[in-house]
């Protein structure tokens, strides 16, 4: 069985509100750095459509390359978000996330979230509790979060950090695991084509705990191009 961070490289992270008629691509690229898995990546390609404030659909192919290798396809997915609606008393959005992957290489694999995300002024911070289990024979259902902070300092220029990890399964709850987090960067170019806009992230996010084993840390990017069809 493998762990919930066996692609750590290019865990994702949501939020919790979707508009209809917003169409997006994006690309996610993790780098993992230093020690035995030193330039081990992945590379997730999305194609994203919100089709009510409610529902948002996408279809997504996962890529990986292990070092002194060429980049093979993994898998193949589709995922979903359900907004469930704003808690006025703690000012959060809340969503529910599922997904599907076929396994090119592997088994097949199913992954749900509970998406919370808070947004005052300038400060967006963003959980998701991850939930993940691989279709095969006595594989656990893994569990894990992914979270990030941040703040406009200066226009669209945002700082902020990220991390996620594993929490174990239900059997075993928080054990040494696998840890990332670092800082993040954030911008976004308006007025392109299609009145479309792009964002832009990146940061470096330090190994922690049984992750320092393999890695000193990882490098991402994200690009998403965000547009109304």
Request: aromatic share 10%; charged share 25%; net charge negative.
């Amino acid at each position: 069985m493998q762990p919930l961070l066996a692609h750590e490289q290019i865990i994702d992270l949501y939020g919790a509100r979707v508009e209809a008629g917003l169409s997006e691509f994006e690309a996610r690229y993790g780098r993992l750095m230093g020690k035995a898995d030193d330039g081990e990546d992945g590379l997730e390609l999305e194609a994203a459509h919100g089709f009510s404030d409610r529902f948002y659909g996408a279809a997504l192919v996962e890529l990986e390359r292990e070092p002194g290798s060429s980049r093979r396809v993994e898998a193949i997915a589709i995922e979903g978000i359900y907004a469930l609606g704003h808690i006025d008393g703690l000012g959060i959005d809340t969503a529910v996330y599922g997904e599907y992957a076929v396994g090119l290489h592997g088994v097949d694999a199913v992954e749900t979230k509970i998406l919370l995300q808070k947004t005052t002024g300038g400060f967006d911070g963003r959980l998701n509790l991850i939930a993940e289990k691989a279709l095969h024979q006595g594989n656990r259902v893994e569990i894990g979060y992914a979270a990030s902070a941040d703040y406009a300092v200066a226009g669209d220029f945002r700082l902020g950090m990220a991390a996620f990890g594993e929490l174990g399964d239900f059997h075993r709850f928080a054990p040494h695991a696998e840890h990332f987090v670092g800082p993040i960067v954030k911008t976004e170019l308006e007025g392109l084509p299609g009145k479309g806009e792009l964002e832009i992230e990146t940061g470096y996010l330090f190994a922690l705990d049984r992750a320092r084993d393999d890695t000193r840390g990882q490098f991402r990017l994200l690009l998403e191009y965000e547009f109304h069809f």
